[in-house]
T-cell receptor, first 113, second 115 residues
Framework: QQQVKQSPQSLIVQKGGISIINCAYENTAFDYFPWYQQFPGKGPALLIAIRPDVSEKKEGRFTISFNKSAKQFSLHIMDSQPGDSATYFC????????????FGKGTLLTVNP | GAGVSQTPSNKVTEKGKYVELRCDPISGHTALYWYRQSLGQGPEFLIY????????DSGLPNDRFFAVRPEGSVSTLKIQRTERGDSAVYLC?????????????FGSGTRLTVV
C-alpha cells in the first residue's frame, strides 16, 4: 500500500516557468510533510517542510501548499531555473514515529534553458 | 565531519556473498537512519538508531539484513547471502533528534550491485 502518492512522474518546464508537483497521503496521523531534492549520485537534501497547522509555507522560490481536508500537498517552484533540474520527493511522518519518513516515488524535473 | 560519509560509494558483489556498508554520521548527531532506494523509487526506511540501540528495525526486509552502531557513532549495515533483488542504493542519514530539528542529512549512498 503506497501511503504517499506523488505526481507527475516527470515534468518539463521552461526557464522562468512555474513547476508544480503534487502529493496525496492516506494516513491521517501524518503531521510532518517535507520535500527533498536529489541530484544524480547524491543523497536527498531537505528543501522545505510544513506541518498541518498552516496552509502554506514559502521559502524563497519554493512554496508548499497544504490542504488538510483533501489530504494533499504540493510544491511550487517559481521562476524555475536549469539548476533546479533534479528529482523531487515528497514525504510524510507521524508524531508517533517522528523519525521515520514515508517517501513518494519522486518527480524528475527538467528545466530547459 | 562536515557531512554524512558512506563507504564504499559502489560495491559489486556476487550472489550469495556477504557485504558490509559503512556510515559515518555528522559528529554529535545521536539519531542515525538507513534507507534503501531502488531504481526509480523513493527511499524506503530500513532501521533507526538512537545512540547505540536500534529503536526501530521494522523496515529490515528479512533476517539477512542486520545493522549495528556499537559506539553510537559509526554504523554498519550487514547483508548476508546477498540476492540480486538486494541491488539498490543504500542511504544513511543522521539528525540531532528525530525530525523536529531540521530534518535528516543524507549521505550520498552506497550503490550495491549483486551479480
Amino acid at each position: 500500500q503506497q501511503q504517499v502518492k506523488q505526481s507527475p512522474q516527470s515534468l518539463i518546464v521552461q526557464k522562468g516557468g512555474i513547476s508544480i508537483i503534487n502529493c496525496a497521503y492516506e494516513n491521517t496521523a501524518f503531521d510532518y510533510f517535507p520535500w527533498y531534492q536529489q541530484f544524480p549520485g547524491k543523497g536527498p537534501a531537505l528543501l522545505i517542510a510544513i506541518r498541518p497547522d498552516v496552509s502554506e509555507k514559502k521559502e524563497g522560490r519554493f512554496t508548499i501548499s497544504f490542504n488538510k481536508s483533501a489530504k494533499q500537498f504540493s510544491l511550487h517552484i517559481m521562476d524555475s531555473q536549469p539548476g533546479d533540474s533534479a528529482t523531487y520527493f515528497c514525504a510524510a511522518s507521524s508524531g508517533g514515529s517522528n523519525y521515520k519518513l514515508t517517501f513518494g516515488k519522486g518527480t524528475l524535473l527538467t528545466v530547459n534553458p | 565531519g562536515a557531512g554524512v560519509s558512506q563507504t564504499p560509494s559502489n560495491k559489486v558483489t556476487e550472489k550469495g556473498k556477504y557485504v558490509e556498508l559503512r556510515c559515518d554520521p555528522i559528529s554529535g548527531h545521536t539519531a542515525l537512519y538507513w534507507y534503501r532506494q531502488s531504481l526509480g523509487q523513493g527511499p524506503e526506511f530500513l532501521i533507526y538508531f538512537q545512540g547505540t540501540g536500534a529503536a526501530d528495525d521494522s523496515g529490515l526486509p528479512n533476517d539477512r539484513f542486520f545493522a549495528v552502531r556499537p559506539e553510537g557513532s559509526v554504523s554498519t549495515l550487514k547483508i548476508q547471502r546477498t540476492e540480486r533483488g538486494d541491488s539498490a542504493v543504500y542511504l544513511c542519514a543522521s539528525s540531532l533528534e528525530g525530525l523536529d530539528h531540521g530534518g535528516y542529512t543524507f549521505g550520498s549512498g552506497t550503490r550495491l550491485t549483486v551479480v
